[in-house]
């Protein structure tokens, strides 16, 4: 297949957006922080600023309150070169919050204010099925799955996006509180598993959904299924393995001094997909595929060194500086 032309070329990230409290003090749990700061955050809306940052073109689909907080997060995704025709703005329920911590433990820390928050309520009547159906790559998570109506939203824009061609890319982002049962979790993120053509998943999601701790070639293809093209499994600072109907292999990634490790898989979703975006047939080309993935994790990586996800979003330039370093 020919390189795309990237100014063709949009991906379509569809879901949550809200406004992540970080504490001022690292270390503490959500109790004993003193004070918090605002950061804009939600998976898919940060996979759309990864992408543009890097010089493609992307697209935000999802609800946001009509408030400040809502106003603002829809001012970041214009200031950061995202499309925002497909947002809209709910007059009752407010923008989504989290207040998320990194305990002396290690362990993060989450609390969400969704009661419901205005991205559970898109319904498919508000989809703009135009700038989805435009869609070379359809992007979404696991979080837009959990209520009504945006989980019939969800089903009818992965729908249209399949129908007029675009690959199908998803990152279940797991986050369990969100969720009434483990149980639940589970049955909603495999429901749309068949659909997908392009899967990540980090090591402790593959444990999550197999019961298995060890992330063995066995292990992650028991969720092979015949519609995908990639697999991916993030490993951290251990980079990450990948697995197509032909190859699979292991990529390692640059060394970094981490400061905050919020967005580093979204960074490397954007830069994966932005890569595949600009020459499809790197599904299909080992050698392809590993250069893309590699400077994926190179990204990941990079995003780790800084405060904040979207903040933390490298350009290229400054991606293949470190990877000239390496």
Not at 16 to 26: K, R, Y
Not at 258 to 268: K, L, Q, S
Request: net charge neutral; charged share 25%.
């Amino acid at each position: 297949m020919a390189t795309s032309n990237r100014n063709e070329v949009t991906i379509v990230s569809f879901g949550e957006m809200l406004i992540d409290f970080v504490p001022t003090v690292a270390g503490v749990s959500l109790a004993e922080a003193p004070a918090f700061v605002k950061a804009p955050g939600g998976a898919p809306a940060n996979v759309s600023i990864a992408v543009s940052r890097l010089g493609g073109r992307s697209a935000f689909v999802g609800k946001l309150g009509d408030d400040d907080f809502g106003r603002m997060l829809a001012a970041v995704l214009r200031d950061n070169g995202v499309s925002v025709a497909g947002i809209r703005f709910d007059g009752v329920a407010r923008t989504a919050l989290s207040f998320v911590t990194l305990r002396a433990d290690g362990e993060r820390e989450f609390m969400f204010y969704r009661h419901p928050s205005a991205d559970m309520l898109l319904s498919p009547a508000e989809l703009d099925l135009e700038l989805i159906r435009k869609a070379s790559i359809f992007h979404f998570g696991s979080i837009s799955l959990i209520a009504e109506p945006c989980r019939s939203a969800h089903l009818t824009a992965m729908h249209e996006a399949k129908k007029a061609g675009a690959l199908l890319s998803y990152d279940p982002n797991l986050r369990l509180v969100l969720w009434p049962s483990a149980e639940e979790a589970k049955s909603q993120m495999m429901s749309i598993w068949d659909q997908a053509n392009i899967v990540k998943i980090s090591d402790t999601e593959l444990e999550f959904l197999t019961g298995k701790s060890l992330v063995e070639d066995d292990v992650v293809m028991s969720l092979w299924r015949p519609a995908m093209k990639l697999l991916v499994v993030t490993l951290g600072k251990d980079g990450c393995k990948y697995y197509t109907k032909n190859f699979r292999g292991t990529i390692d990634t640059i060394k970094v001094k981490p400061v905050d490790a919020t967005g580093a898989g979204d960074a490397f979703v954007g830069a994966m997909l932005w890569g595949i975006s600009k020459d499809l047939s790197t599904l299909k080309d080992e050698k392809k595929l590993k250069s893309v993935l590699r400077f994926a994790n190179a990204c990941g990586a990079i995003a780790t060194t800084k405060k904040g996800a979207i903040p933390a979003m490298p350009r290229e330039a400054e991606v293949l500086d470190w990877l000239k370093k390496a």
